[in-house]
């Protein structure tokens, strides 16, 4: 089942409606749903440090098989 979303104004807002058929909905305003987004954007952010290069005797790089 593929997922389908449309937009419903309720006097108020325009609400985003997700339906994922018999695995439920979601119903949210569109600020809600930026919210989101953001909120998902930043807890999808991974740090790291920056990758350097391998020595040439790092063990990473020699055939010991």
């Known amino acids: 089942m593929t997922l ?6 309720n006097g108020h807002n325009w609400i985003l409606v997700i339906d ?3 695995h439920g909905r979601i119903e949210m ?7 989101f987004a953001i909120q998902l954007k930043a807890d999808l952010m991974i ?3 920056e990758i350097k ?3 040439a005797g ?3 790089l020699t055939d010991d098989n």
């Open 29 to 35: 305003t569109l600020d809600e749903f930026v919210a």
């Open 47 to 49: 740090d790291y440090e």
């Open 20 to 22: 994922n058929g018999p």
């Open 58 to 60: 790092d063990p990473w």
């Open 4 to 9: 389908t979303h449309h937009l419903d104004w």
């Open 53 to 55: 290069p391998l020595d």
